[in-house]
Antibody, heavy 121, light 107 residues
């Protein structure tokens, strides 16, 4: 059974940093691309960042580029999102998502339960 | 960026109804489109990928169609468990983008 377990969410002041982690199990983590998707309270889904299986290539939404860094440790089956220079508009539930098989594209096959990040002074 | 427009934003329907919603895309994405279902307080769940491929374990009530710039998700006979919000997502190119969602409410 695929499981994705996020942690590291919480409250932060504007300008502060937080790091989210997502521990994966139930599949060969090192063979799949992964992404982070967020959802502000009462709003729709927004893709934030993605990383290929090896970690060699990363992608970012314009809204977070230069402030957030995605990374992975395949030896620990763990995906990370380092969030710096946080803004109030970053307040959201952050979902870790497993991307579909290589060659089939970037849809999100499985999702974690979400980690809540609240940015407020 | 590729823009995704879902319609309607809200749909009122009854159990047993056949419902269809639409996702329109600002440029051609072939069939690189997925559909998700989300219930309040829960993570989204993949229903359809590549426009019409049913994800394993998903009810045969759900079907997807379309290509290029216009796509549809159909629920053949609405069940109580289907009242939720549905999102489309393109994965033709980065940044990956979602539609604004269609909320299916009980009539």
């Amino acid at each position: 059974e695929v499981q994705l377990l996020e942690s590291g969410g919480g409250s932060a002041q504007p300008g502060a940093s937080l790091r989210l982690s997502c521990v994966a199990s139930g599949f060969m983590f090192s063979q799949y691309a992964m992404s982070w998707v967020r959802q502000a309270p009462g709003k729709g889904l927004e893709w934030v960042s993605g990383i290929i299986w090896s970690g060699a290539t990363t992608y970012y939404a314009d809204s977070v580029r230069g402030r957030f860094t995605i990374s992975r440790d395949n030896s620990k089956n763990t995906l990370y999102l380092q969030m710096d220079s946080l803004r109030a508009e970053d307040t959201a539930a952050y979902f870790c998502a497993k991307v579909g098989p290589i060659g089939e594209g970037g849809y999100f096959e499985y999702w974690g339960q979400g980690a809540l990040v609240t940015v407020s002074s | 960026d590729i823009q995704m427009t879902q319609s309607p934003s809200t749909l009122s329907a009854s159990v047993g109804d056949r419902v269809t919603f639409t996702c329109r895309v600002s440029q051609s994405i072939s069939t690189w489109l997925a559909w998700y279902q989300q219930k309040p307080g829960r993570a989204p769940k993949l229903l359809i990928y590549k426009a019409s491929s049913l994800q394993s374990g998903v009810s045969l009530r759900f079907s997807g169609s379309g290509s290029g710039t216009e796509f549809t998700l159909t629920i053949s006979s609405l069940q109580p468990d289907d009242f939720a919000t549905y999102y489309c997502q393109q994965y033709h190119s980065y940044p990956l983008t979602f539609g604004g969602g269609t909320k299916v409410e009980i009539k």
